[in-house]
């Protein structure tokens, strides 16, 4: 079953931190880009942040310095290191794979995990 499954949700105060992970199942993430993104109830989702196949990785302002993306190919597995987190952070995040790219930037996601959790709130 190709799948892409989020972890490492959950509620966590201001200012603290959270490890997301996206492990994908059924295919190889090796050559893809894979993307973050946020949501909140009543928006639609919103890039966070990107990372190329050789771990080069894009960030929106918003979380520049506080959050970083890496990934492990022989895991197949992305992470998500989040720091600092504020009430702007909190939503349901999503991994996805890329399907079409311009450079650097994801223009079109072909598989979307189901989503992690989170909140901040003290």
């Known amino acids: 079953q190709v799948q892409l499954e989020e972890s490492g949700g959950g509620l966590v105060q201001p200012g603290g931190s959270l490890i997301l992970s996206c492990e994908a199942s059924?295919?190889?993430?090796?050559?893809?880009?894979m993307v973050w993104h946020r949501q909140v109830p009543g928006r639609s989702r919103a890039l966070v942040a990107s990372?190329?196949?050789?771990?080069?990785?894009v960030y929106v302002n918003s979380v520049k310095g506080r959050f970083t993306l890496s990934r492990d190919n022989l895991k197949n597995t992305v992470y998500l290191q989040m720091n600092g987190l504020n009430i702007n952070d909190a939503g349901v995040y999503y991994c996805g794979r890329c399907a079409t790219k311009i450079g650097s930037t994801c223009v079109s996601i072909d598989l979307w995990g189901r989503g992690t959790q989170v909140t901040v709130s003290s």
């Open positions: 059924g295919i190889s993430i090796d050559n893809y880009l």
């Open positions: 990372i190329g196949k050789l771990g080069d990785a």
